[in-house]
């Protein structure tokens, strides 16, 4: 409730001053229903030649400013990007919140949501959401990473989904089936084994092996493809020193081991970890979705779920969710954007035709994606994908000095013996 | 006499104003941070003291980047100074070419240091960068060399970008202290029959004392206070290898997004280093007395 109180006054001082600044007296009570109760206003926002702040993060530039040049072309408001390197959008958002500073619209990587909602940074956008046609359709990942207490505060930006990336061209010639990427993890290292032993500088697989966040990214869905949790419901306890956890840890010590990983996987820290697989000198690695547009033209590459030890499927649906900041003084005319951003048009005509995987499930099939069925295998895995959960997220994994880069490291680099002391770390710093 | 009064205030009120709104209202800042529970999306919540100080002291990473920090500023500190003397001594007199070479020398200083940890970042990379590939096409290494993938790998190789980086600079202040000691010093000393050796132990070492304490005030501090090197070159890694204590401070701040710890660090580190500039001033004034 205190959340609603505090909304409809966000909302009042938005009508407040808009009626004052505008002289428009429409907009002002569009304002005070759309704030609270989802009336008139409240489904698509106002449109009526305001100037709207929005931040993002580098890693997501492309997918942002291709959303946000479609809107400005076609509507009254104007939204005004800023993008920040990935590394310092943190603090940036967290220096600003705290001197009250934040844009009206704001991204972020949605593993970090939680820490921003339970701290007050978003405004309440649960009826407006709700008020949505497809709202059932929108990804549902993030929309439950942006949930708290039961109130909605943001809705899907930009997705990006981590999955295998293979080399047609150097599976032909380790006589591998170009059509038949592994389906367990068992298949994908026989299959980078395979490929590693063409030598010559062809590597097997690679990874970012000093990058916690690639690790998240990239061997989670392996855990849960055979159904495991990493997390508890929560975000309070680590679950990742599993069997199956342990599993997945073995097989990448082995690569590392037996040397079928490329050079560099140790020190990799993520800055050029998607780096190595466009050289065309990797077999089977797993990379973010949103790189398909940007992968050389001549590079046959195929696409497939990351499976489990003993097969399935998963991904880790992340990329950038998007809010309205609790101090915007705009909130009606940026729902004008964001409820833009998620329609058939944006979706389709904008997302889909960058080759991006679209927000909407209703819209995984579609004009762009029936030409690249490699698409629609990255689009129907959203429904598969996870988004863990859990406030201290960034301390925890993201740090590159936490808990969890130490237990990667040790796991697949060190003995393998101390996963159990390092996941009770991991434990402690998601607990504090 | 009171125009004269008015005319100083007005003289002094631009700094003292500067240093009002910069320093003093900051460091105040600081100090309330550093006693209060304060996380940074939320703001003040209100003294908790002496919370955030045993907090800090109890992160695990507090001593290990205590004993690095001062491991790395040791390292520094000798090599720095040392090949800056040697460079100085190498430039110092009018010959030809040494107008040149002190230009060489001094050119990377005028690099900032996040620019030029970027350029080594780039040199350095096992994917990317060229030092590597060249050592192998020359036969030197079979494989590629991991410039920044072992603790003392990642050491040497941060040292040796901040010595390519200051080593002209701390010269430059050198050579100013080996122009001002008088030539008929060494003159005399040459007639009285002194060796070279002789001549540097006992004529240039001790004239040149307070340039020396000057470079050594200097580089300790900037040692001490060391982040942005390693921030861009290793984020602290391997494996938490190279955590300095300012990187501990932005960590506290940045990742676990606590400015109550980080405050109490830098309270810390302030103390330290006040305390190391009085007694290195100490000895720069007996160095000028002498």
Redesign the interface.
């Known amino acids: 409730m205190g959340h609603r109180v505090a909304t409809g006054a966000v909302a009042l001082l938005a009508a407040v001053s808009l009626v004052t600044a505008c002289g428009s007296g429409d907009s002002g009570s569009d304002g005070g229903g759309g704030g609270g109760g989802g009336g008139a206003a409240g489904a698509t926002g106002t449109d009526d030649g305001a100037t709207l702040t929005m931040w993002t993060r580098a890693a997501t530039r492309p997918q942002s400013e291709a959303l946000v040049k479609a809107y400005n072309a076609s509507h009254k408001n104007k939204v005004e990007l800023t993008v920040v390197p990935t590394d310092d959008y943190?603090?940036k958002v967290?220096?600003a919140?705290?001197s009250k500073d934040l844009p009206d619209l704001f991204a972020s990587d949605v593993v970090f949501v939680p820490?921003?909602t339970s701290?007050?940074?978003f405004a309440d956008l649960t009826e407006r959401i709700d008020a949505l046609p497809f709202a059932d359709s929108l990804a549902q990942s993030h929309i439950k990473a942006g949930t708290y207490e039961d109130r909605k505060y943001v809705v899907p930006h930009t997705l990006d989904l981590s999955v295998l990336f293979y080399n047609k061209d150097l599976y032909r010639k380790a006589k591998l089936d170009p059509e038949k990427p592994p389906t367990t993890l068992g298949e994908w290292d026989e299959q980078a084994r395979a490929v590693d032993a063409l030598g010559g500088g062809v590597n097997g697989t690679f990874f970012g092996g000093?990058c916690g966040g690639c690790g998240v990214f990239t061997w989670w869905p392996s855990i849960w493809a055979a159904g495991d949790d990493v997390l508890n419901a929560d975000g309070t306890e680590s679950l990742l020193a599993s069997a199956t956890a342990k599993k997945v840890y073995d097989t990448y010590r082995g690569w590392v081991d037996d040397d079928i990983v490329?050079?560099?996987a140790?020190?990799?820290?993520g800055a050029?970890w998607t780096?190595?697989f466009p050289k065309g000198q990797v077999g089977v690695m797993p990379m973010p979705s949103t790189t398909l547009g940007l992968m050389p033209k001549d590079l046959d590459l195929g696409i497939a779920p990351i499976p489990g030890p003993d097969g399935g499927k998963s991904t880790f649906v992340g990329g950038d969710a998007i809010g309205i900041s609790a101090t915007s003084k705009s909130a009606d005319q940026a729902w004008n954007f964001l409820a833009w951003t998620l329609g058939d048009k944006a979706q389709v005509d904008v997302v889909a035709a960058h080759k991006d995987v679209v927000a909407r499930a209703d819209l995984a099939s579609n004009k762009y994606s029936d030409a690249d069925p490699r698409l629609v295998t990255i689009n129907q895995l959203v429904a598969d994908g996870r988004t863990p959960y859990a406030l201290k997220f960034?301390?925890t994994f993201?740090?590159?000095?936490?808990p969890w880069?130490?237990l990667m490291?040790d796991a697949v680099f060190g003995e393998g013996t101390n996963v159990d002391k390092d996941n009770d770390a991991v434990s402690a710093s998601l607990a504090e | 006499m009171r125009s004269r009064k008015a005319q100083g205030l007005a003289y002094a009120a631009p700094t003292a104003v500067f240093v009002t709104v910069f320093f003093l209202l900051p460091l105040l800042l600081v100090g309330q941070m550093s006693l209060s529970d304060w996380?940074?999306?939320?703001?003040d919540r209100g003294l908790n003291a002496p919370e955030n100080f045993t907090d800090a002291i109890d992160t695990t990473?507090f001593w290990p980047a205590v004993r690095f920090t001062l491991l790395y500023t040791v390292i520094v500190t000798a090599v720095l100074l040392g090949l800056a003397l040697l460079l100085a001594l190498l430039v110092q007199e009018s010959r030809p070419a040494a107008g040149f070479f002190r230009t060489v020398y001094f050119l990377p200083s005028a690099l900032g240091l996040a620019s030029a940890s970027l350029l080594f970042w780039g040199l350095y990379?096992?994917?990317?960068g060229p030092l590597s590939r060249i050592l192998e096409n020359l036969g030197l290494v079979d494989?590629?060399v991991?410039f920044?993938?072992t603790p003392t790998s990642a050491l040497l190789s941060t040292v040796f970008l901040i010595v390519w980086k200051f080593a002209g600079f701390y010269m430059l202040i050198l050579l100013v202290g080996l122009q001002r000691i008088p030539h008929e010093v060494f003159e005399a000393a040459r007639m009285d029959g002194a060796s070279r050796g002789q001549i540097f132990r006992s004529i240039t070492l001790p004239l040149l004392r307070p340039s020396l304490a000057l470079t050594l005030l200097l580089c300790v501090t900037g040692s001490l206070l060391a982040f942005d090197q390693f921030f861009v070159l290793t984020?602290?890694?391997?494996?938490?290898s190279t955590?300095t204590v300012v990187?501990l401070i932005y960590?506290e701040?940045?990742?676990?997004?606590n400015?109550g710890t980080a405050a109490a660090l830098s309270v810390l580190v302030l103390a330290v280093l006040l305390l190391l500039n009085a007694l290195q001033f100490r000895g720069l004034r007996r160095a000028d007395e002498s």
């Open positions: 943190q603090a967290g220096a919140a705290g820490n921003y701290s007050g940074l000093n490329a050079p560099g140790r020190d990799e820290t050029t780096g190595v960034g301390q993201n740090d590159p000095n936490g880069l130490s490291r | 996380p940074l999306l939320a703001g990473l990379s096992p994917t990317t494989d590629p991991s920044l993938g984020k602290g890694g391997p494996d938490n955590v990187q960590r701040a940045f990742q676990r997004m400015l």
